[in-house]
């Protein structure tokens, strides 16, 4: 019964997945700028930028999380056995 409604104990769903690799076509440039934020004496600009990047590779992961596995309640295979008369 309480399985129904998808809170079950036994299908967690991951709170992390893999990180896209086309995220890197917006992280690595914000590093990039980060960096020189802070060789150009903005260390805080550059600290505000690692923030948002790492916020960026957060929400990547989180969005390409994997589903929940749904098992069957019954196996389809086994509910049809035709038998002949005897």
Known sequence: MAG???????QRRPA???????CL?????MLLL?????WGGLGLV???LIVVTALVV???????RPLKTVEPEYDDEDDY??????
Do not use: H, K
């Open 4 to 10: 129904q409604y998808g809170r079950s104990s036994g």
């Open 16 to 22: 992390f997945g893999r990180v896209d690799p086309f």
């Open 25 to 29: 076509f917006a992280v690595l440039p």
């Open 34 to 38: 980060a960096g020189l934020m802070f």
């Open 46 to 48: 550059g600290v505000a």
């Open 58 to 64: 957060l929400f990547d992961s989180w969005s390409n």
């Open 81 to 86: 056995e035709p038998r002949g008369r005897y």
